[in-house]
């Protein structure tokens, strides 16, 4: 996959982009190139934004050396985002889907943003990474990078396939134990030594089911709706846990 990121301050992305992605870059699964938007203004003095017609406070991105910068880099007719908190949040589908792709664009804006003409003639697909105001769209483009670059087939090895985690998906994980087993007379859950993976699951899975109803009620409704595939242990636990959270409320 390649992803290439458009930025007026390309300086943000040096070590993040080389450590979150180390894994993947290094197996040849990621390509990850950051091109400044200042290096395409045909401005005598650099600039890349100017005030905004009807007033108002901030810059805003100029269309010139974004038009360039993105024929320069060969994103006509591809998949091109444009990180603001005016587009759909991400969340794991969004995700999954990106990593489907062989290539695709990111452009970051500041300030108050971009000329709306950018957006309109590059197709642009607006993505927000939640209901607050960065300064910028880079730390979001490194939010969504990350989380897709771990979705790419072989990035990850296979002793932690993300096949396990799909009899979860839309769950929130489970508590995580290690060694030692007791630490300052705090003792690790008695069921994860009995050696019965079957009842390793089914206490995983109860957890799983428990955090989610009390925590992330939105989420449980939206795994209950997706119908997961279970076995019959596992609709016994789901039923029990169901009417002792509902008979919480
Ligand atoms: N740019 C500024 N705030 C943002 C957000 N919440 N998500 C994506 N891009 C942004």
Redesign the pocket.
């Known amino acids: 996959m390649k992803v290439t990121i458009l930025t007026q301050f390309p300086d943000m992305f040096g070590p993040v982009t080389s450590s979150i992605l180390g894994r993947a870059a290094e197996k040849g699964l990621l390509e990850i190139s950051v091109v400044n938007i200042r290096d395409y203004t045909l401005d005598k003095h650099r600039k890349t934004d100017d005030t905004p017609f009807g007033g108002g406070a901030g810059m805003v991105m100029t269309p010139q050396p974004a038009f360039d910068a993105l024929r320069a880099c060969g994103a006509e007719g591809r998949r091109i985002l444009y990180?603001?908190?005016r587009g759909p949040i991400l969340d794991q589908k969004l995700a999954e889907d990106l990593a489907q792709e062989q290539e695709f664009f990111i452009l970051c804006g500041h300030y108050e943003g971009v000329d709306e003409r950018i957006l309109q003639a590059w197709n642009m697909e607006e993505?927000?990474?939640?209901d607050?105001?960065?300064t910028?769209?880079e730390l979001?483009a490194m939010v969504l990078v990350d989380c897709v670059s771990r979705l790419i087939p072989g990035v990850l090895g296979s002793g932690d396939s993300l096949s396990e985690e799909s009899i979860y998906s839309g769950l929130l994980e489970y508590p995580q134990y290690t060694k030692p087993r007791s630490y300052d007379g705090l003792d690790v859950p008695e069921v994860l030594f009995n050696g019965n993976h079957k009842l390793i699951h089914l206490w995983q899975y109860e957890q799983s089911l428990r955090l989610t109803a009390q925590r992330r009620p939105d989420l449980l409704k939206r795994y209950l709706d997706s119908k997961p595939n279970l076995t019959k242990d596992e609709k016994k636990i789901l039923e029990r846990v169901l009417q002792e959270t509902q008979s919480i409320e």
């Open positions: 990180m603001s908190p993505v927000s990474i939640g607050y105001i960065l910028g769209g979001a």
